[in-house]
């Protein structure tokens, strides 16, 4: 087993830090080429919200990296598209209203 030393696990935070404070940017700049920055924060909160729907449906700790993405498809894609087959047991009515401002939030910006 390979040990990581002290300097290495924190070059890893702080590049970590860098880029969880950086990615929306990088992705409005290089990928959505979006000037006025607003897609690539949409996308990074959708994450965010994708992952946490997820560990709580499944009763997964939030610090549980143990399959993500899901093989089955994203807990908020199958509430929006398939909302019969969601395991609801682990889920709490505030889970409900992030989905649905998330869904509100989607309308302003994918209709014309």
């Known amino acids: ?11 890893t935070v702080l ?6 404070s950086s990615l929306a940017d990088l992705l ?3 990928i959505f080429l979006d000037s006025e ?3 690539g924060g949409i996308i990074i909160e959708l994450g965010y919200a994708e992952t946490y729907a997820l560990r709580s449906c499944r009763g997964q700790d ?3 990296l143990s399959d993500l993405p899901a093989q ?5 894609y199958k509430l929006l598209t398939d909302p019969n087959n969601v395991n609801l047991e682990n889920l709490t009515v505030d889970m409900f209203g992030v ?4 869904r509100s939030t989607l ?3 994918c209709l014309p």
């Open 62 to 64: 939030q610090s549980d």
């Open 28 to 30: 409005n700049t290089h």
């Open 99 to 102: 989905s649905s401002e998330i």
């Open 1 to 11: 087993m390979i040990r990581q030393s002290s300097s290495t696990k924190l070059e």
């Open 37 to 39: 920055n607003v897609i």
């Open 15 to 20: 590049f970590q830090d860098y880029l969880h």
């Open 107 to 109: 309308k302003v910006f």
């Open 72 to 76: 089955e498809g994203s807990t908020l």
